[in-house]
């Protein structure tokens, strides 16, 4: 029962990595973020994008979160 469980999460966070607004919110439930994964609504962001040379989402600072120790 544990291991479908846990069979079912993984696939459905690979689900969701699909899209890029879905792999924004499938790495805030990675870092143990689940409530604002499913709330936020990443956005696209244009002028990060062509500075960066890719696709950039971002979350509006109500969803920010900080990981690790820096």
Known sequence: ML???IVI???G???MSLS???AVRA???IDGHPVA???CHPRYTKDGSQALGGN???ISSK????TGTT
Do not use: D, E, P, Q
Not at 63 to 66: D, E, L, N, R, T
């Open 56 to 58: 950039v989402y971002t």
């Open 3 to 5: 291991i479908a469980f």
């Open 20 to 22: 890029a607004k879905n």
């Open 37 to 39: 994964a499913v709330t």
């Open 9 to 11: 999460i993984i696939v």
């Open 13 to 15: 966070l690979l689900g």
């Open 63 to 66: 969803y920010a979160y900080k």
């Open 27 to 29: 790495r805030m439930m």
